[in-house]
Nanobody, 124 residues
Framework: QVQLVESGGGLVQAGGSLRLSCAAS????????MGWFRRAPGKEREFVAVISANVINRYYADSVKGRFTMSRDNAKNTVYLQMNSLKPEDTAVYYC?????????????????WGQGTQVTVSS
């Protein structure tokens, strides 16, 4: 059974940092792009970051560019999202997802497996 399990969320003050992890089990995803999405209260889920299977391509939402960094450790079947300079508007449930393809994509329909999410709350 394939599972993606996020961790690392929590409550942090504005300007602080958090590092999210997403551990995959049940199969290896070294040949798949991996992404992070988030859903803020009262809003639809939105793209945050993606990393291609070969690690060459990484894309970020404009709202997080320069503050968030996504990485992956294929040996551990794990991806990470380092979030710095957090803002209250970053408050959301963060989801990791495993892509269908090797290439980086921002479209939710290009992702096959999803984690349950981890809550990030940024206080002002």
């Amino acid at each position: 059974q394939v599972q993606l399990v996020e961790s690392g969320g929590g409550l942090v003050q504005a300007g602080g940092s958090l590092r999210l992890s997403c551990a995959a089990s049940g199969r290896t995803f070294s040949g798949n792009a991996m992404g992070w999405f988030r859903r803020a209260p009262g809003k639809e889920r939105e793209f945050v970051a993606v990393i291609s299977a070969n690690v060459i391509n990484r894309y970020y939402a404009d709202s997080v560019k320069g503050r968030f960094t996504m990485s992956r450790d294929n040996a551990k079947n794990t991806v990470y999202l380092q979030m710095n300079s957090l803002k209250p508007e970053d408050t959301a449930v963060y989801y990791c997802a495993a892509g269908i393809y090797q290439i980086a994509t921002m479209k939710e329909n290009d992702y096959e497996y999803w984690g349950q999410g981890t809550q990030v709350t940024v206080s002002s």
